[in-house]
């Protein structure tokens, strides 16, 4: 599973990762149908509690004025529940 940042013209991303450690800038790339996209991968995933993010527009060099978090669910790690299944109760 993978995390994409998709917005509708170019951008550069400045993001880090649980509480913005390990901050990098990154552009977009042209996801088409009008979207430009990021990609944080499964590897970074794994190993974090979050993402932080913002971005600038390519176009205008103006930057979004606002951060951004996702959370990311560390238990959906071991797979599917068995919570409903049949006898489970």
Same mark, same amino acid.
């Given at each position: 599973?993978?995390? /994409? /940042?998709?917005?509708?013209?170019?951008?550069?991303?400045?993001?880090?990762?649980?509480?913005?450690?390990?901050?990098?800038?990154?552009?977009?790339?042209?996801?088409?149908?009008?979207?430009?996209?990021?990609?944080?991968?499964?590897?970074?995933? $794994?190993? %974090?509690? $979050?993402?932080?993010?913002?971005?600038?527009?390519?176009?205008?060099? =103006?930057? %979004?004025?606002?951060?951004?978090? %996702?959370?990311? =669910?560390?238990?959906?790690?071991?797979?599917?529940?068995?919570? =409903?299944?049949?006898?489970?109760?």
């Amino acid at each position: 599973m993978a995390l /994409i /940042i998709a917005l509708p013209r170019a951008a550069r991303i400045h993001w880090g990762t649980n509480g913005w450690q390990n901050a990098a800038d990154d552009e977009t790339q042209d996801a088409g149908l009008g979207l430009h996209g990021f990609e944080v991968t499964e590897s970074v995933l $794994s190993q %974090v509690r $979050s993402i932080n993010f913002t971005f600038q527009w390519r176009d205008t060099q =103006d930057w %979004v004025g606002k951060d951004f978090l %996702v959370a990311i =669910d560390g238990a959906n790690d071991a797979g599917p529940s068995n919570d =409903d299944a049949p006898g489970s109760r």
